[in-house]
């Protein structure tokens, strides 16, 4: 048993492993982007080094931020239409955590409570 075992160690020990899954020479898989089609704004741009001493440029995009809708767009009807809802029945939204239990019933009550389980019988 110990030779059979000996045997699979020598075999193993003689399988060149530049060859096989343990190779890491691609660590990420990076999908290059086309060319850019404006130029580089160095404002937001770092330089970097690998430990390999490869140098690399980060540019960072300047995000363009969207116009928030104006509240002389929004209908008071409309929210009154949407608020309804709420009103017109109780919903309550829980939340249950490993201890606590959270309920917040809209127009009603916000609770916090433990819910305990009782053991046994009760008289």
Known sequence: MV???????????????SNT??????????KWQ???TSSIDLDNSYTFASKRKENYLCTLPIVQTTVPVSMDTVLLSDIERLLENLHSKT???????????????HGIHVRQYHDTKVAGKVN
């Not at 899954?21 to 990076?30: F, Q």
């Not at 309550?92 to 959270?102: E, G, I, M, Q, S």
Request: net charge negative; proline share 7%.
């Open 34 to 36: 086309p060319e850019l």
């Open 21 to 30: 899954i343990l190779e890491d020479d691609i660590l990420y898989d990076i």
């Open 3 to 17: 030779l059979f075992f000996q045997i699979i160690y020598t075999i193993l020990c003689l399988i060149p492993l």
């Open 91 to 105: 919903s309550c939204v829980y939340r249950l955590d490993p201890y606590w239990t959270y309920e917040l019933c």
